[in-house]
Nanobody, 115 residues
Framework: QVQLVESGGGLVQAGGSLRLSCAASGSISSINAMGWYRQAPGKQRDLVAVIRRTDTTDYADSVKGRFTISRDNAKNTVYLQMNSLKPEDTAVYYC?????????WGQGTQVTVSS
């Protein structure tokens, strides 16, 4: 099992920044990728960013150039630096980890961007 604990969400004005953290614990060997999804009210959960074991990254088109995903292997933690936030970035952000063919999820952290 993999446990994921997110932190760093909150309320910010448009144009501001937040950094989300996701700390992994448990059976973390063989994790192939970690990343972030988000879900706004009434919408599906969409991928925001992913970082793979090979250090390759991918981003949703809507966040490219504004968000940066990174990780600290020593702390088993993945970060999502979010800059130039927009009201449409408002959502619950979920951390996930993929191990072989199983996805593990965090509890989610609310990000609210006011206009």
């Amino acid at each position: 099992q993999v446990q994921l604990v997110e932190s760093g969400g909150g309320l910010v004005q448009a144009g501001g920044s937040l950094r989300l953290s996701c700390a992994a614990s448990g059976s973390i060997s063989s994790i192939n990728a970690m990343g972030w999804y988000r879900q706004a009210p009434g919408k599906q959960r969409d991928l925001v960013a992913v970082i793979r074991r090979t250090d390759t990254t991918d981003y949703a088109d809507s966040v490219k150039g504004r968000f940066t995903i990174s990780r600290d292997n020593a702390k088993n933690t993945v970060y999502l630096q979010m800059n130039s936030l927009k009201p449409e970035d408002t959502a619950v952000y979920y951390c996930y980890a993929r191990k072989i063919l199983i996805d593990y999820w965090g509890q989610g952290t609310q990000v609210t961007v006011s206009s």
